[in-house]
């Protein structure tokens, strides 16, 4: 059975007079029809031409459908479908398979004749029943969840090597992905995070940088470089090469160098410059803590630690020395160096590191004055490369960023975004022409995306069909749609299309071998009548659906930086509060209002288009193509209606005999449409209406009222009741049938749809989830009276060093909100109140201006929206009266556990909270606590504590005392005093005389 290819058709338009047999020649050539036998059938006005009559029938203005049915061998495969208009606009289209034009056609039209890929698989699985511009499914099951966009909530820079080179249509802040791996150097000893960003294909202009939400001026240090796109951009210098950088996390001591080796890590292939970071977590520093007196003197200084440093390439067992490397500072942060090194050819080389210093945190620094903080471990090692980092041929808008991320970044840059746009041609209606600019329009970007780099195969203008695309431009522009989209996802051309033209209200054709559309508007043309005449199998169905009571719809919100939003599209007419929520997907839609109003129409689109007709059609008598306007009549809609053809026309009576027979009841009126051709070809095929002189039975002969233009013979007519005599239909789906059989589905043309969703009064957008209220339930109610739930105070508080009261607030029960608290405090008997206000997340309050013993009253009260609460009970408290009692000291013990090191054990009878043990010593024999006068630097809080102080010396006998306090540093009455004679010999101290020691030099102050 011959195939229809439908999605290919030609049109040609002749001059009036021309017979079908010169039509059919030039059409279909003589040397085709022989040798491919085929047969060729000629439909004029939904009557088939005889091939007697080609030679003198010519047709009057209107569309001539001419069939070429191929025979059973042959290169021809597929029923041609060629469409010629006399002096008027055809009323349908019809694709020419690239069969024939390899056959070799000429005549009038032959350059007209093209191939191509077909678009048959353009449109998606619709989630609205009837709607004629199909819904896309929800982002999540679509090519889109690929999409770094919409998978991730707030800004991040994807990592996708080998991904998508993104494409922007319209404009959208963006978090680009990263074009090449982001790597840190160090500057003056401050990690920086460098990276460079692919935008968009080129030209796409940028602006408002920002990382998060932050603008990018309002960090310090640092620089930023855009290019837009242009060929004429100058190169990215702040990341100019391939850098690869591998994360290590290896502490590096001299003591495992010393018993394993030391530790290796290799570089990326073709290296032509390495580095290696070192970071000092606890930063690198000296520093001492000296008692004099009641006082502590501190001290820093400068120190210094090395390593060895070796390479090797991988092909050689040779190892070279490239250090030592020797890592200075004097900081108590962290501290961070580089090392680089510049092999003597490109390869890959294995890099060894160990620490040849000595491991100071590791040991026992008591016995000396000063004190390092040294750790050390390998963080990173970093590959360059000479060639540039992103290999493409077409440019591209890029950033490029190096920004100081010491105290401003945590970690590396992954937020940055910026508002990228999308340039190309753009339909001016004031000039009538095309003019390249920064556009929205999905008219225009239908136009950029077929001839957009990104797509091998690119759309030349002769095969697109610019005409339609101009007047689309206007309407879109009209009802200010727009398409805001950045695609950084693998999508096929079929549904990036698709996805354009539904947010324009159309879905994507082919006309005439061009890329086009079919636009879902009101006022459209009827270009083809269908009723029993022309068609059977008809068949009616109402879809029974239980529509949502509102859409739920997410999208980048234009009015806010393109964050992502939500919004609520209730069903017209609910009353009641939404329960059954359904996902509405509008690819491309940003614009707040335009997302209600397509919601709105979405719900119109269920209400007015609950019927679904469908029909059969030979290909001989087919003009309609989808989302065409069409009339329809049949007796199973109505037993009254008939459509027949007017076989004669009495002009003066107004009498019209037609070749069915119709009925009237004496109580009906009805009416009786005419399909005739209209004078001005661009008008309306409405069809001529007349009304029916109402004559009880049954009869073919029609009296119409009154005066008006008349048909002629051979004119189609649909009969029936005034109110129902045709349906005014959609074309929603074409499909193909057994042999030259097509299968049209149709639904009521319901333009109120356009007019309600237009016309509606869209409520304000504020981008808030849920909807607005004027008046909270309680903010006209007064807040409750607060409770002071409890107080606490210290006759020495640990920041200060003075005594300190806290009072802590608790809500009252019920009451409305609650906007801050007023804490009043005073001395007793005092005249006045001293006020503190608390916000209501604090509710709590130090206050430092009363000395320990201070009897102080206290009284709060609650201040919201809806008025003042009253006063609380009010409360005294003697301030230190809260304190803990200090302990006493049950048990201590001092033994000596190694040639340096005492071991200190001690019990208390409690621990209240922020109660220690204070120690003291004394060289020599003494039994109270008055004569041991040196002591710990602080509060010893652990049992038992290890330590080299007092410095142990061999015979001699020291004397211990120990002694409970709490946070307010009050000691309790009875210490506890002992004696201990040392066994072993004494430990050596530091001596900076020595040359190893020589490197560090201290500050002190």
């Not at 229809?4 to 001059?15: C, S, T």
């Not at 091939?51 to 597929?78: D, H, K």
């Not at 409770?787 to 300190?804: D, H, K, L, R």
């Not at 005092?830 to 608390?838: C, D, I, N, P, R």
């Amino acid at each position: 059975m011959p195939w229809i290819d439908y999605e290919r058709r030609e049109e040609r338009v002749y001059a009036p007079g021309v017979t079908v047999a010169e039509i059919v020649a030039d059409m279909v050539p003589v040397e085709l029809l022989i040798a491919e036998r085929v047969a060729v059938r000629v439909v004029v006005g939904g009557r088939l031409i005889l091939q007697a009559e080609w030679e003198t029938f010519r047709p009057e203005p209107g569309a001539v459908v001419i069939r070429v049915i191929p025979g059973n061998s042959g290169l021809l495969r597929s029923v041609l479908l060629l469409s010629a208009t006399i002096a008027a606009t055809a009323l349908g289209q019809w694709y020419l398979t690239p069969a024939l034009a390899t056959a070799g056609i000429s005549g009038l039209a032959a350059n007209a004749i093209v191939a191509g890929a077909t678009f048959a698989a353009m449109t998606g699985a619709s989630f609205l029943v009837n709607a004629l511009v199909p819904v896309r499914p929800s982002q999540k099951s679509s090519g889109a969840a690929n999409s770094p966009t919409y998978a991730i909530s707030g800004w991040s820079n994807p990592v996708s090597p080998n991904g998508a080179v993104p494409m922007i249509l319209g404009r959208m802040r963006v978090s680009p992905p990263h074009g090449a791996l982001p790597y840190r150097k160090v500057v003056n000893g401050e990690n920086h995070g460098v990276s460079r960003y692919v935008i968009a294909y080129g030209p796409a202009p940028l602006e408002g940088p920002r990382i998060g939400s932050t603008p990018i001026d309002k960090y310090k240090e640092i620089t930023l470089e855009l290019r837009e796109g242009y060929s004429s951009d100058a190169p990215i210098t702040i990341y100019p090469t391939q850098v690869i950088e591998e994360n290590v996390s290896v502490e590096l001591t001299s003591g495992h160098a010393g018993q394993f080796g030391p530790d290796s890590r290799y570089s990326a292939a073709a290296a032509s410059k390495i580095q290696v970071d070192h970071t000092f977590p606890g930063g690198l520093i000296a520093y001492s803590e000296q008692q004099s007196g009641e006082s502590t003197v501190n001290s820093q200084g400068a120190w210094s630690i090395e390593f060895a440093v070796e390479a090797r390439l991988e092909t050689s067992d040779t190892w070279t020395t490239v250090g030592p490397w020797t890592i200075a500072g004097m900081q108590q942060r962290t501290l961070t160096a580089t090392f680089e090194w510049t092999p003597p050819t490109r390869g890959r080389y294995e890099f060894r590191d160990a620490r040849i210093s000595t491991d100071w945190d590791r040991i026992d620094q008591s016995p000396y004055t000063w004190k390092i903080i040294s750790v050390s471990n390998w963080t990173a090692i970093r590959t360059f490369r000479p060639e540039v980092p992103i290999n493409f041929p077409y440019p591209l808008a890029q950033a490029a960023l190096d920004i100081r991320a010491t105290e401003q970044l945590n970690g590396q840059v992954d937020e940055f975004n910026v508002v990228v746009k999308s340039i190309c041609p753009d339909w001016d209606s004031e000039t009538q022409t095309w003019i390249t600019r920064e556009t929205r329009n999905p008219a225009s970007l239908f136009r950029y995306v077929l001839q957009h780099p990104a797509f091998v195969r690119r759309v030349p203008d002769s095969k697109i069909d610019l005409e339609r695309l101009q007047y689309w431009h206007e309407r879109c522009a009209a009802l200010g749609l727009t398409y805001d989209r950045y695609h950084d996802f693998v999508s096929s051309l079929t549904e990036i299309l698709a996805d354009i033209a539904a947010a324009g209200r159309a879905k994507p054709i082919r006309r005439a071998g061009k890329f086009s559309v079919a636009i879902d508007e009101p006022g459209k043309p009827v270009v083809a009548w269908i009723g029993p005449r022309n068609s059977s199998g008809f068949e009616q169905k109402q879809v029974f659906v239980k529509p949502p009571d509102a859409f739920r719809i997410s999208f980048k919100d234009q009015t806010n930086n393109h964050e992502d939003a939500e919004r609520m599209v209730p069903r017209p007419g609910l009353v009641c509060e939404p329960e059954e929520i359904e996902e509405l997907s509008l690819p491309g839609v940003t614009n707040p209002e335009i997302v209600y109003r397509e919601g709105l129409r979405r719900h119109y689109e269920i209400q007015y288009r609950r019927f679904e007709y469908s029909v059969t059609q030979s290909y001989e008598v087919l003009t309609a193509e989808r989302l065409d306007r069409v009339q329809l009549s049949h007796d199973v809609l109505n037993a009254v209606q008939r459509q027949a053809r007017v076989l004669t026309v009495d002009e003066e009576a107004g009498i019209v005999i037609i070749d069915e027979t119709v009925t009237m009841e004496a109580a009906g009126s009805y009416v009786v449409i005419f399909r005739v051709t209209p004078d001005d070809e661009s008008a309306p095929d409405d069809g001529l209406q007349r009304t029916v002189v109402t004559v009880a039975g049954e009869t073919n002969a029609l009296i119409l009222e009154g005066d008006g233009a008349l048909p002629e013979a051979g004119d189609l007519a649909s009969f029936g009741p005034a109110d129902e005599v045709v349906i005014d239909a959609v074309v929603k789906e074409i499909e193909n049938g057994d042999g030259l059989q097509r299968h049209l589905t149709l639904v009521d043309y319901a333009p109120q749809i356009f007019e309600l969703a237009n016309s509606a009064v869209v409520p304000d957008w504020n981008g808030a989830v849920g909807d607005d209220i004027e008046t909270a339930p309680d903010d006209d109610v007064a807040p409750t009276a607060p409770t002071i739930a409890s107080v606490w105070s210290t006759a020495i508080a640990p920041q200060s060093g003075s005594s300190m009261l806290y009072v802590q607030l608790a809500y009252g029960a019920g009451g409305g909100t609650v906007d801050h608290f007023e804490l009043d405090h005073r001395l007793q008997g005092a005249g006045s109140w001293t006020t503190e206000t608390l916000g209501a997340g604090a509710s709590a309050a130090v206050i430092s201006t009363y000395a320990s013993g201070d009897i102080v009253e206290l009284r709060a009260r609650a201040i919201g929206t809806g008025g003042t609460s009253a006063y609380s009970a009010t409360t005294t408290h003697t301030v230190a009266a809260t304190d803990p009692v200090p302990m006493h000291v049950t048990a201590f013990a001092v033994a000596q556990i190694s040639a340096t090191t005492w071991e200190y054990t001690f019990s208390l009878d409690a621990q209240p909270v922020g109660t220690g043990v204070r120690i003291k010593y004394r060289l020599g024999h003494y039994t109270t606590w008055a004569e041991l006068t040196s002591s710990f630097g602080g509060v010893v809080t652990v049992s038992p504590y290890d330590s080299s102080t007092p410095t142990i010396v061999d015979g001699t006998e020291y004397s211990f005392g120990a002694r409970a306090i709490n946070s307010a540093g009050q000691e309790s009455g009875d210490p506890i005093v002992i004696q201990v004679v040392v066994s072993a010999g004494g430990a050596p101290s530091l001596d900076f005389s020595d040359p190893a020691n020589s490197q560090n030099q201290f500050l002190g102050w």
